[in-house]
């Protein structure tokens, strides 16, 4: 085992596995074991009005399916409550972060966008009415490399503001969940849809305030329907079925810019993923954000 690499897979339980979730599943898979490293799975459910009963079962039974075998326990984000308010109470005491009161609406009248303008950053008493709680960042460029889609630079002041890291329903954003999950796990490697590339932003600007170090990220191509719009529930992708997996790994080993030979036609799927790990380069999946999704 490698002890310089650790991968992750982090789907959320709102609804079954699609193609486009698969995809980024074989794909961190594929990193993590192609390097001799652990590939540990996380069940993001941190938003249970968005989540579907039986949802994170059927991701993880689907998984084992696919022959997607996890190293160690699946760590559960709704099991993480404690540990979050232990930050977030940290990030307020040493005035990194501050209470706000502001409705979307108000933020948009004060900016003229959905840019935090900044307008509680001197609230640092829990307010009466109900209350997020927002990170301060600082007028400064954050850039990193991402190891598919190359140099990123963003100022988060400018774009977006200070970031929301608990709702005013209480719970904890995505942002600082997945921020500390990955330095709890020891993530090294983090391998995952474009769609989250922006989000990449806050986490590095996180992990610096915090003084936890940078995994390396790669940020895949998202499958798009004939509308350009990323497979989810909200666009109707169907589950993945459970029938021969065979013709589905294949399928995102294609998407991925791999080259599975003719004779894995009608493999096995432990030979296809076997072939997978041999024959990984992560260079070779298209540098782009979208790719079209095709017939099987
Ligand atoms: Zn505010």
């Known amino acids: 085992m490698n002890p310089c690499y ?71 984000q709704s099991q993480q409550h404690g540990r979050y308010e232990t930050t977030v109470q940290q990030l307020l005491a040493d005035n990194n972060a501050f209470y706000c009161t502001c409705s979307r609406t108000q933020i948009l009248a004060a900016s003229g966008s959905t840019t935090y303008p900044g307008t509680c950053r001197a609230c640092h ?75 990449t932003f806050s986490h590095w600007y996180l992990q610096e305030v915090l003084h936890l170090a940078h995994p390396h990220y790669a940020h ?7 509308e350009g719009q990323k497979l989810s529930k909200q666009t109707y992708a169907e589950p993945i079925p459970r029938q021969d997996p065979g013709p589905y790994l294949r399928y995102c080993l294609q998407a991925l810019g791999q080259t599975p030979p003719a004779t894995l036609r009608g493999a096995a799927k432990a030979t296809i993923l076997e072939w997978g790990c041999e024959h990984w380069r992560l260079q070779q999946v298209p540098h782009q954000r979208s790719i079209p999704q095709q017939k099987l």
């Open 220 to 226: 895949l191509p998202v499958i798009v329907n004939g």
């Open 6 to 76: 650790v991968g992750r897979f982090a789907p959320s339980p709102t609804g079954p596995l699609h193609i486009g979730s698969l995809l980024t599943a074989v794909a961190s898979y594929l990193d993590a074991k192609a390097h001799q490293g652990q590939w540990l799975v996380r069940m993001e459910d941190l938003d249970p009005p968005r989540e579907q009963p039986g949802a994170a079962d059927a991701i993880l039974n689907t998984l084992q399916h696919y022959g997607l075998h996890w190293d160690g326990d699946v760590l559960f």
């Open 125 to 199: 008493q829990p307010p009466a009415t109900p209350f997020a709680v927002r990170l301060q960042v600082q007028n400064k460029d954050v850039s990193f490399e991402d190891d598919l889609q190359g140099p990123q630079r963003c100022n988060l002041q400018q774009q977006g503001g200070d970031f929301v890291i608990k709702r005013k329903e209480g719970l904890y954003a995505y942002h600082l969940a997945v921020v500390l999950d990955d330095a709890l796990q020891g993530i090294t490697h983090v391998v995952r849809g474009s769609d989250l590339l922006e989000s």
